[in-house]
């Protein structure tokens, strides 16, 4: 069983900051390819950012690009989303998705994610 587990959510106010941290484990297979996801209320769950397992290619989404900055690391199998900038429109809940891959591919659907977290809010006040 692969278990995905989010943490560092919380409360800023705009133009504040926050880091994400997103830690997979899994008994046989240790190589994941990761992304963050977002939902705010009232709205459909949207892509964020993601990873690549080989080389640690990323991927964002427009909305984010040149504020927020996934990284990982892969002995511990943990990746972070560092959040900068931040806006009101950034408030959701934010969820953490693991793929068993070792390739240099990153992943922007949710349907190619097998695993998920439980996610964890970030709220920004303006």
């Known amino acids: 069983q692969v278990q995905v587990v989010e943490s560092g959510g919380g409360l800023v106010q705009a133009g504040g900051s926050l880091r994400l941290s997103c830690a997979a484990s899994g008994r046989t297979y240790s190589s994941y390819a990761m992304g963050w996801f977002r939902q705010a209320a009232g709205k459909e769950r949207e892509f964020v950012a993601a990873?690549?397992?080989?080389?640690?290619?990323?991927y964002y989404a427009d909305s984010v690009k040149g504020r927020f900055t996934i990284s990982r690391d892969s002995a511990k199998n943990t990746m972070y989303l560092q959040m900068n900038s931040l806006k009101p429109e950034d408030t959701a809940g934010y969820y953490c998705?693991?793929?068993?891959?070792?390739?240099?591919?990153?992943?922007?659907?949710?349907?190619?994610?097998?695993?998920w977290g439980q996610g964890t809010q970030v709220t920004i006040s303006s």
């Open positions: 998705a693991a793929r068993q891959d070792d390739s240099a591919r990153y992943y922007i659907n949710e349907s190619d994610y097998d695993y």
């Open positions: 990873i690549s397992w080989s080389d640690g290619i990323a």
